[in-house]
C-alpha cells in the first residue's frame, strides 16, 4: 500500500507568529513529504509493502534502519501536527486533574517537559505517554523514536530536531519550546487520553508474519 502525505488540519500560516508559514513549507512541504516518498521506495516489493504504518515500524524496529526510521517519521510528524493547534486551546478540567494529579501542578508538568526536550542531546521527540502499568510520564526520545515501541500511548509530543525550529529560533531552542505551548492542541491530547489502546506490537508468530494481535489494553483515567 502506498502512504501519502496527510493533509494539514490547519492553513500553512496558521500558527504564526510561534510557527512561519515558512518553517511549515520546509518541516511538512519537504521533511515529512520526503518521508513519505522514501518509505515508499523502500517497502516496494517487500513484506512491509502490505503492512500498515504501525506494523511497518514493528517489523523493522533494529532490523532495517532505514524502513524503520522513515516510518516512524511519519508517524511522529503526523502526530505532531496533530499536537498544534491555531491559537492554542484551553486545557480541559479533566486533563488538568490528571496532570496535577502526576506533576502536583500543570506548571509542573510543563517546566519538566521542556526541561527534558531542552537536555535532549541532538535530534529526538519529547513525548507525554501512559506507560504499560497507567502511569503518566514523559520520554525524551533520540533521532525517530517512537513510544509505540515500549507499548506506550503517545499523548503529546514536541519535535526537537532543528529542522523544526531552527528557520524561526536558529539554535534557540528554549524559546521555540516556550512558544509550543502557546498553540498546543489539548482536545487532540484530551482525545488520546480517552482511547483505547490496540497493541499490536506482540512477539506472536501472528504478528511475524504481518498479522497484528487481537489483543487490546484499554486505558481509563478519567
Known amino acids: ?21 515558512r518553517t511549515i513549507d ?14 515508499n521506495k523502500l517497502i516496494k516489493g517487500t513484506p512491509q509493502e502490505s503492512q500498515s504504518l504501525e506494523e511497518i515500524m514493528y517489523s523493522t524496529y533494529k532490523k532495517n534502519d532505514k524502513i524503520y526510521n522513515n516510518a516512524a517519521q511519519i508517524w511522529n510528524h503526523t502526530f505532531y501536527w496533530n499536537c498544534l493547534t491555531p491559537n492554542g486551546r484551553a486545557i480541559s ?16 508538568f510543563m517546566a519538566l517537559f521542556t526541561e527534558q526536550a531542552l537536555e535532549l542531546f541532538g535530534t ?11 502511569e503518566i510520564k514523559i520520554r525524551a526520545i533520540e533521532d525517530a523514536g517512537n513510544p509505540l515501541l515500549e507499548r506506550e500511548v503517545p499523548l503529546l509530543t514536541c519535535d526537537v530536531w532543528e529542522h523544526a525550529y ?17 498553540i498546543v492542541n489539548w482536545e487532540f491530547v484530551e482525545e488520546n487520553f480517552g482511547k483505547t489502546m490496540e497493541y499490536p506490537f506482540r512477539r506472536t508468530q501472528s504478528h511475524e508474519q504481518g498479522r497484528p494481535s487481537p489483543k487490546r489494553k484499554e486505558v481509563r483515567l478519567f
Do not use: C
Not at 502506498?2 to 508559514?21: C, G, Q, R, T, V
Not at 529526538?124 to 497507567?134: A, E, H, N, S, Y
Not at 531552527?166 to 502557546?182: A, H, P, S, T
Open 93 to 108: 478540567n479533566s486533563v488538568k486533574n490528571v496532570i496535577e494529579k502526576h506533576f502536583m501542578s500543570l506548571q509542573k
Open 124 to 134: 529526538g521527540w519529547t513525548w507525554l505517554v501512559i506507560d504499560k502499568k497507567g
Open 26 to 39: 520546509f518541516h511538512y512541504g519537504k521533511h515529512h513529504k520526503k518521508y513519505v516518498d522514501r518509505v
Open 1 to 21: 500500500m502506498a502512504f501519502e502525505l496527510m493533509e494539514l488540519p490547519y492553513a500553512k500560516n496558521a500558527l504564526e507568529p510561534y510557527i512561519s508559514k
Open 166 to 182: 531552527y528557520l524561526d529560533y536558529q539554535n534557540d531552542r528554549e524559546r521555540y519550546i516556550e512558544n509550543f505551548w502557546q
